[in-house]
């Protein structure tokens, strides 16, 4: 992450436009140390390692993802942050897939005043 993120709401958008890029060090720079991702099948991911091979999987698929900020709910050093998402992506069979969801994730404020997510959850309350 170049710059420190001093709005939580800012954290999507910012996932987004690295990811689109291909660039997963920039979207693993949007999380804390030990952050935790909830995968569209239900499984739960911890760690930039783990973080790093499903992020790399959805760029080789060709992942396109579209965020939609809803709402912050920001208290102390914690955001939940609720966005609407649309990830086009290829499927095992080449077909184009265009799945879609709401998230609810979580971001803390670190020492340097900067905000990183601690927990992604695309499946929202599902």
Same mark, same amino acid.
């Given at each position: 992450m170049s710059s420190v993120v001093k709005d939580p709401a800012e954290l999507p958008i910012l996932f987004q436009n690295a990811l689109n890029a291909g660039d997963v060090d920039g979207v693993l720079a949007l999380f804390a140390a030990e952050a935790g991702m909830r995968t569209v099948s239900g499984g =739960? =991911? %911890? /760690? !930039?390692?783990? =973080? +790093?091979t499903? #992020? /790399?999987? %959805?760029? !080789?698929? +060709? *992942?396109? #993802? $579209? &965020?939609?900020?809803r709402h912050a709910l920001v208290g102390a050093d914690t955001a939940l942050l609720v966005t609407d998402w649309t990830l086009e992506i290829d499927g095992p069979d080449g077909e184009r897939l265009t799945p879609t969801g709401t998230t609810a994730n979580i971001a803390r404020r670190d020492a340097d005043g900067g905000w990183?997510? $601690?927990? #992604? &959850?695309? #499946? *929202?309350?599902?």
């Amino acid at each position: 992450m170049s710059s420190v993120v001093k709005d939580p709401a800012e954290l999507p958008i910012l996932f987004q436009n690295a990811l689109n890029a291909g660039d997963v060090d920039g979207v693993l720079a949007l999380f804390a140390a030990e952050a935790g991702m909830r995968t569209v099948s239900g499984g =739960l =991911l %911890t /760690g !930039a390692e783990a =973080l +790093r091979t499903e #992020l /790399g999987g %959805t760029v !080789a698929a +060709r *992942g396109r #993802l $579209t &965020n939609v900020h809803r709402h912050a709910l920001v208290g102390a050093d914690t955001a939940l942050l609720v966005t609407d998402w649309t990830l086009e992506i290829d499927g095992p069979d080449g077909e184009r897939l265009t799945p879609t969801g709401t998230t609810a994730n979580i971001a803390r404020r670190d020492a340097d005043g900067g905000w990183r997510f $601690t927990l #992604l &959850n695309p #499946l *929202g309350i599902a």
